[in-house]
């Protein structure tokens, strides 16, 4: 296939862009370069003949579509998104203006592309998704593919809105569409404001790790890789019109992944340890999720896609890439935010975009 893939330069989108390529797929990488993307992820493919780069904002609806006329790919995998909650908090607009009406730009311009190619069956447009639109769990439950939305972060909530327009899009119009929501993410390449590389970098440099909280929030953890093959076993088989949800079928609590992360540099980075002596709780994001987890039995039973990576082994893997890769995160250390306490300003003062 030739895959046109949105947010190919950020950390699942690139891990998609690598996988394909090995797959022997012609790939189309489209990205804004904005301040989470780095063109570092792809160095792997960056001179493959089977990868050509564009750089582009999916809001900019003439340029998408003289990327889509130029390449005519087979499908589109839109992972093209603001995504940090804490961020969404601080500054929602921005939020709403990628991933809501960004989404909205990138749909229309394939719509025309897929018309004017003759609207061809076998056309996918798969929209990349989290779990975090259905809501917060209980201690018991699991999210399935017909769980009700109760998006609780202006993040979430832009994803729901932009999960809604896909689904539009193919009643309305007829589009060939497909949707996945993934839980979290995690390992290689993963932009240091997130909780594991943060964990990672803090305790290499002895500063204090922040709990959320008391840190008893949960999540199902999914190793990024086995997500990007699922990402393309969903584009290539899976049924129009219908979504998956993809898990790692790891769940753990914040504090728990966190004293995990410790006693594995505590190995392999005895300096400083023990690193747990770090950890520091701080007052709770506004509006936390206390519980996500999926049930991934669609994708299982249609596809024949699992989760091949335990939470412990992606967990050092992930260590290990961070203590052997120092230049690719130091040169993101400056970028702005990273480092930072972000997700507190809740008051009138930030104003429509923070």
């Not at 699991?142 to 809105?161: M, N, Q, V």
Request: contains cysteine; negative net charge; charged residues 20%.
């Amino acid at each position: 296939m030739k895959l046109l893939v949105t947010g190919g330069a950020g950390f699942i989108g690139s891990a998609v862009v690598r996988q394909a390529i090995v797959d022997g797929h012609q790939v189309v990488t489209l990205d804004a370069l904005t301040y989470a993307a780095c063109l570092d992820n792809l160095a792997a493919v960056a001179d493959h003949p089977a990868h050509h780069f564009e750089r582009a904002d999916i809001r900019d609806r003439a340029t998408l579509d003289r990327v889509l006329t130029a390449h005519a790919p087979d499908a589109v995998m839109h992972l093209a998104a603001e995504s940090h909650v804490d961020r969404s908090i601080d500054g929602p607009g921005v939020f709403m203006d990628t991933n809501v009406m960004g989404t909205f730009h990138l749909l229309e311009a394939c719509r025309a592309f897929w018309i004017v190619r003759g609207r061809p069956a076998e056309f996918r447009f798969h929209h990349v998704s989290t779990d975090e639109v259905y809501g917060s769990l209980g201690p018991t439950g699991l999210f399935t593919e017909a769980t009700g939305y109760d998006p609780r972060s202006p993040y979430s909530a832009s994803k729901a809105a932009s999960d809604h327009l896909v689904r539009a899009w193919g009643e309305t119009y007829g589009l060939p569409v497909v949707l996945s929501n993934c839980s979290n993410n995690y390992g290689p390449y993963h932009f240091p404001e997130k909780l594991i590389p943060v964990v990672i970098l803090n305790a290499l440099h002895g500063r204090p790790i922040p709990i959320y909280g008391d840190g008893s929030n949960v999540r199902d953890w999914l190793f990024v890789e086995d997500h990007a093959r699922a990402l393309l076993r969903v584009v290539q088989a899976g049924a129009v019109g219908r979504s998956y949800n993809i898990g790692g079928n790891a769940e753990r609590s914040n504090l728990a992944l966190v004293r995990s992360l410790c006693a594995i540099l505590d190995r392999l980075h005895p300096t400083g340890a023990p690193h747990g002596d770090l950890i520091t709780h701080v007052t709770d994001r506004p509006g936390h999720d206390a519980r996500y987890a999926i049930d991934a039995t669609r994708i299982r039973e249609e596809l024949g896609w699992r989760p091949s990576v335990t939470l412990d082994e992606g967990l050092e893997r992930t260590v290990r890439w961070y203590l052997d890769n120092p230049a690719w995160w130091q040169a993101l250390l400056a970028r702005d935010g990273v480092g930072q306490r972000l997700g507190t300003r809740t008051g009138m003062e930030t104003g429509t975009n923070g």
